[in-house]
């Protein structure tokens, strides 16, 4: 075994991986965001989210990415996790995609590949002609690679040394084995199968030793989401462990079924005979769709075992409560209008007073910044403000359907800008912890009498919130000329207090960073007072 032997190895590992990134980084530049848009609009049915996981993934030729965009969306609520199993489940089908191609023997065009993709994207004007050049320029230097890499392994064929260090992938569990470690390492199992595939084709590696590198690498793939969930929430922690526990189960059950009846392996075999390549690539595809077939009713079950390995709390459990329509849930286009009116007020009043919590939540945080707990519990509400946004305007447009008169459209179209309103009282909130944050990072304090302005300002807007809340709620006139006296005083505060602070700053009594925070401060409370004038106006002035 010569070190030009060993060296062209890993150089020929190198290339594929290289061409692999430069053709997946391609891809998902020509698809700009509509893979992104394809996964948001997941829907509830699971066949549905299992051919969404398929296409996106056989798009962007990249399990681990499309893993890794779903484990974001469950992290930031735009997706559950019973939608979330259902794309990692088409994910492990569409990956299988990449042995396919590579079944083929294209390596004699890969220098042709290569000039065109060079041309495409060294000398294209527009963007999406550069993609598809960086795509072709990393399909031939996938080729190149595999060449050189086939090359490598028949020169590495005569080393007794190398064939007696493989040779322990005979054995079922050692060859499981190392396919997880291997793809855990190249952090993709496309790429381990293509390299299986080219020892195989050489005539390295038996194609039973292929079958069980197969079902280790599908477990060794899970480890670029394990570590994309390690700065994710509790929700993103849970949804790598949905690809891990459906992993594990696949690989047992294939197990169990290859060496209870091998004569699958015979029948896979007779698909393609005299052509390894294309039995590896196969096998790979078949064993992930009769995975998915066979799990996929028990998708349930899966998201069960990881919500209990990692636990919901309490403020999970709410938050699963609040993002939820309650009093529209039910209504429809054969609704009666004047009750899917009332239940449609009922529903933005319970997600005003949810927005209302967050800001005292995120106020109570800025003056008592020991309480770390809240500032989690503000983000998190936030989240489900944002989610209860998007979800009740929906459904009031979905109400313009209704037979309605010219009084309720009107009323409608309020109640619609209403749900804007609250949600910008949340973005507010999530601010003012914001500005606590930067305060204790930077260790900056306000002077007292700054604190105090502050603090009355605070008082002020959530009073008036509250009023404006039961404004909106009991349709009162009387409530509204009161509401729109004490948002004038709020307005004459801000006014005031700023000017404070201009005057402390001149004499040096505050400290500049601290200056700023205080402005800020100012600022987002005053236009809290502006959505709750807006809320309180909604439904009493015509």
């Not at 944002?386 to 305007?393: A, Q, V």
Request: charged share 20%; hydrophobic share 50%.
């Amino acid at each position: 075994m010569s070190l030009t032997s060993v060296l062209s190895f890993f150089g020929g590992i190198g290339l594929f991986l290289y061409g692999m990134s430069i053709m997946s980084t391609g891809l998902k530049n020509a698809a700009g965001d509509k893979m992104r848009t394809i996964l948001e609009k997941v829907a509830g049915k699971r066949i549905t989210a299992i051919l969404i996981g398929i296409l996106v993934t056989m798009l962007i030729q990249s399990s681990s990415a499309t893993d890794m965009m779903v484990i974001g969306f469950v992290d930031s609520a735009l997706m559950n996790l019973s939608q979330a199993v259902g794309v990692i489940m088409g994910a492990n089908i569409g990956t299988t995609v990449t042995a396919q191609i590579t079944a083929f023997d294209l390596v004699s065009y890969a220098p042709f590949l290569l000039f065109i993709g060079c041309v495409m994207a060294l000398f294209a004007k527009k963007s999406l002609v550069q993609n598809i050049g960086k795509v072709i320029l990393g399909f031939g230097m996938l080729f190149v690679g595999i060449g050189i890499l086939k090359s490598a392994i028949a020169l590495l064929a005569k080393s007794s040394a190398f064939k007696q260090a493989i040779s322990v992938l005979d054995n079922p569990a050692l060859a499981i084995l190392f396919g997880i470690l291997f793809t855990a390492l190249l952090q993709s199992s496309s790429s381990s199968i293509v390299i299986f595939q080219a020892f195989a084709v050489e005539g390295m590696l038996s194609y039973t030793d292929c079958v069980f590198l197969i079902i280790g690498a599908a477990i060794g793939s899970v480890m670029p989401n394990f570590l994309a969930s390690l700065t994710t929430g509790r929700n993103g922690k849970r949804t790598a462990l949905l690809n891990l526990y459906f992993n594990l189960i696949r690989g047992a059950l294939l197990t169990s079924i290859v060496l209870i009846f091998p004569t699958v392996l015979s029948w896979i075999q007779a698909l393609s005979p005299n052509d390894i390549a294309r039995q590896v690539a196969n096998t790979h595809t078949i064993f992930a769709i009769f995975a998915v077939l066979v799990l996929s009713p028990f998708a349930e079950k899966i998201v069960k075992l990881a919500e209990k390995t990692v636990p919901l709390k309490a403020s999970e459990q709410q938050a699963l409560e609040d993002r939820r329509l309650v009093y529209l849930a039910n209504i429809n286009v054969k609704s009666i209008p004047a009750v899917a009116m009332q239940q449609a007020k009922r529903e933005l009043t319970r997600m005003g007073k949810i927005a209302r919590d967050n800001l005292a939540a995120s106020i109570e945080f800025f003056f008592h910044p020991a309480k770390s707990e809240l500032f989690a519990q503000v983000e998190e509400t936030e989240e489900t403000v944002d989610y209860l946004n998007k979800t009740i305007e929906d459904k009031l447009v979905g109400l313009r359907a209704l037979p309605l008169s010219d009084k309720d459209v009107f009323r409608l179209s309020r109640m619609i800008l209403t749900v804007s309103n609250f949600e910008r009282i949340s973005d507010h909130a999530e601010n003012i912890i914001e500005f606590a944050d930067r305060m204790k990072a930077a260790k900056v304090t306000i002077s007292e009498i700054a604190m105090g302005e502050l603090k009355t300002l605070s008082g002020k807007v959530m009073e008036n919130l509250d009023r404006a809340m039961r404004t909106f709620e009991e349709e009162s006139p009387e409530l509204l000329a009161e509401t729109e006296e004490k948002e004038q005083e709020i307005d004459d505060l801000q006014e005031q207090f700023i000017q404070n602070h201009i005057d402390r700053l001149m004499v040096s009594v505050c400290d500049p960073l601290g200056g700023v925070i205080f402005a800020d401060m100012c600022t987002d409370l005053e236009r809290c007072g502006d959505q709750a004038m807006n809320i309180a106006e909604a439904l009493v002035k015509k």
